[in-house]
């Protein structure tokens, strides 16, 4: 047997042992007798082998940061950290954290410092800084968790001293612990991360358990506690009362509606957190706020066991006049509208029905006046049909009147019900000249994350060194609005509000919103000077900063703003243009030579709208070639005319 004879043996029953080992085809035509479609039945569905996985894009949006003299901190202003984009308001609480002096220092966590913290150039926009360590294989210790300290020490310790108007905490984010949550969550998640971490740290000190609340409850025999970081209270809609406080947004979170009355029942906070941190939602399809007054000043009292016979008496008066406003909803229900057999699912307004029918048989009597001439005979011994329909006329304007009397009595008696509501909701809520109603463990609000792209915040006024314009501030403290737009024309703004303002923004601006409260133990704490590692780590960062600063090309005084940078109120040009004769052969052509430039076109959303200027002053022809790209003729017109004004330039140069 020749080699090729032996290898297409080997293949004839390498092939043979592969279909033996096939089972039986079925072979004929498919029944169709019962066919079946629809959803997949148990037998081909085994819940077993399915698995939960997350439906959230990877991808995030890239925020391209404004050229380096659009990023210096004006003097007299806060540094804070942009908006991230994941959507989370974790920037926002780190800045409101960093204005309150025991926040602060917890943040700073002074018993676990580096000897060293390494400098990164991109760390300030949020490049994570990739920490060395030394671990041994059979180390248990999780070092991981030590990340979020670290990274909260130079978050704090950029907010002190940073020359840059923002940064980013997009480092805090990616951390191991914090990478894969949900946008709802990462807040709470990294509150408990860091306090783990923190305990681990320094367990002997109190600033740890800063931001802790231990909640109790008692049920007859039974008690049970639990700790949280941060509150959590979601506004039932069907339960949403006009003019709600957040007093009873917390009442409605601790006591439900029928919960709290029973005897030997009860729920109270046994600790209230020094940093007391709410997160408050509403339903974003229902509604565009979250329409809650909030408290510049809240007091806790109230939620403590030694109130809690006070908080029984209210929680059952206001069950009583909740019950009192159901019936006064029912029978105005019962009397306003009116239901037909043929069609109960549409109920008709029985004043708007009264109102139809009376104005028929007014039109009826109108008619019957005109055309109808009664007899003698019929004159002596009826009345007429124009008589009947003025009678019945009269009649329902009377009913009409009665019924709309009867349903103003309801709405002013549910309108006194509410006001009582209103009355008992003040409970431990102000300052009061009865001793035994006053409360006294006051917390002032101390910011406000509503809209993710601002923040809220109530901080201490200091003058810059560097300043040259002295600000005379009366107040010590001062609310601040901090902004960043990354489309605008200035994407960084920092703002002076008045407190009324910051509090109408945490009512209107969102259905979702971050409030942080300070007792007045926190707030005395005493502020300490960063540690040196961490002050030469800021020092570094602005180190790099200047140097930025130093090389950046400024921006040519007769080439036109692009409208992304242009400051409000000024012109299409930076400067008037020049009629000086030049100096020297190196100068810029003055705008007259230069010949006119076409008008901006706000139509049309041009390249640098979207390119920061760093990327497009290496030339004029770049310049051109990007602008005149896929916009039409009319670009091509101004390409042309970028053309002539960069040869003009090139010649004038030379």
């Not at 800063?210 to 941060?230: A, H, K, L, W």
């Not at 039109?363 to 009947?388: G, H, I, L, M, V």
């Not at 670009?635 to 010649?651: H, P």
């Amino acid at each position: 047997m020749t080699l090729a004879e032996q290898e297409d043996a080997d293949m004839q029953e390498a092939m043979h042992n592969s279909t033996s080992q096939l089972p039986q085809q079925q072979t004929g035509v498919v029944s169709l007798e019962n066919p079946y479609f629809g959803p997949e039945r148990p037998e081909h569905h085994d819940t077993q082998n399915w698995i939960m996985t997350t439906s959230r894009p990877t991808a995030k949006e890239i925020i391209l940061n404004p050229e380096p003299q659009y990023r210096k901190r004006q003097p007299n202003t806060p540094a804070f950290f942009r908006p991230s984009p994941a959507s989370h308001r974790i920037p926002a609480l780190i800045k409101i954290l960093h204005s309150i002096p025991a926040a602060r220092e917890a943040l700073l966590c002074r018993q676990a410092l580096e000897a060293e913290y390494p400098h990164q150039s991109e760390w300030w926009d949020g490049v994570p800084i990739e920490s060395r360590k030394i671990m041994h294989a059979d180390s248990q210790d999780d070092t991981s968790s030590q990340d979020v300290i670290h990274e909260c020490q130079r978050l704090q310790a950029f907010l002190d001293h940073t020359t840059r108007a923002y940064g980013s905490s997009e480092a805090l984010s990616t951390c191991p612990e914090l990478r894969n949550c949900w946008t709802e969550s990462i807040v709470r998640q990294f509150l408990d991360n860091w306090h783990n971490a923190a305990v681990s740290q320094a367990s002997d000190s109190q600033l740890v358990r800063i931001f802790q609340s231990t909640g109790v409850r008692i049920q007859g025999e039974d008690r049970s506690s639990e700790n949280t970081n941060v509150i959590d209270l979601h506004i039932d809609e069907e339960r949403f009362e006009s003019g709600q406080t957040l007093y009873d947004t917390i009442d409605s979170y601790l006591w439900p509606e029928g919960v709290g009355t029973e005897p030997g029942y009860e729920v109270y906070l046994e600790k209230v957190a020094d940093v007391f941190i709410i997160r408050l939602s509403r339903d974003e399809s229902k509604t565009s706020s979250l329409d809650i007054k909030v408290p510049s000043v809240w007091y806790a009292d109230r939620y403590r066991r030694s109130s809690q016979a006070q908080v029984h008496q209210m929680l059952a008066a206001k069950a009583a006049i909740r019950h009192e406003i159901v019936e006064l909803d029912q029978k105005k229900q019962r009397l306003s509208t009116f239901s037909s057999k043929n069609r109960p699912e549409k109920p008709l307004d029985v004043i708007r029905l009264l109102q139809a029918t009376q104005q028929h048989f007014a039109n009826e009597s109108k008619y019957q006046n005109r055309f109808e001439r009664p007899s003698a005979a019929d004159a002596e011994t009826k009345c007429s049909k124009a008589t009947a329909y003025e009678r019945i006329e009269e009649e329902l304007k009377t009913i009409s009147e009665r019924v709309a009397a009867k349903l103003q009595e309801f709405e002013e008696s549910k309108t006194a019900a509410l006001d009582k509501l209103r009355q008992l909701s003040k409970l431990l809520t102000e300052p009061s000249n009865a001793t035994a109603e006053s409360p006294d463990e006051r917390y002032t609000l101390r910011g406000v994350c509503a809209d993710l792209n601002t923040v809220y915040v109530h901080e201490k006024s200091t003058r810059d060194a560097e300043a040259q314009v002295v600000e005379v501030d009366t107040q010590s403290w001062q609310w601040w609005k901090l902004s960043y737009e990354a489309h605008a024309s200035q994407p960084v703004q920092c703002t002076k509000v008045r407190e009324i303002e910051v509090l109408k923004a945490a009512r209107d601006e969102s259905p979702n919103a971050l409030l942080v409260y300070a007792s007045d133990r926190a707030m005395s704490v005493e502020t300490k000077p960063l540690p040196p590692q961490l002050k030469a780590f800021v020092e570094a960062d602005n180190q790099t900063f200047a140097a930025e600063l130093a090389s950046a090309s400024p921006v040519p005084e007769a080439i036109r703003l692009s409208p992304k940078r242009q400051a409000p109120g000024e012109d299409l040009y930076r400067t008037a243009p020049s009629k000086e004769p030049r100096s020297d052969s190196t100068s810029l052509p003055s705008y007259d030579e230069l010949g006119p430039v076409l008008s901006p076109q706000p139509k049309r959303r041009e390249y640098d709208d979207y390119i920061p200027i760093s990327l497009r002053q290496s030339s004029f022809d770049e310049d051109v070639n990007m602008a005149g790209n896929g916009y039409g003729s009319g670009d091509r017109v101004e390409g042309t005319e970028m053309r002539e004004r960069g040869r003009r330039l090139e010649d004038y140069g030379s």
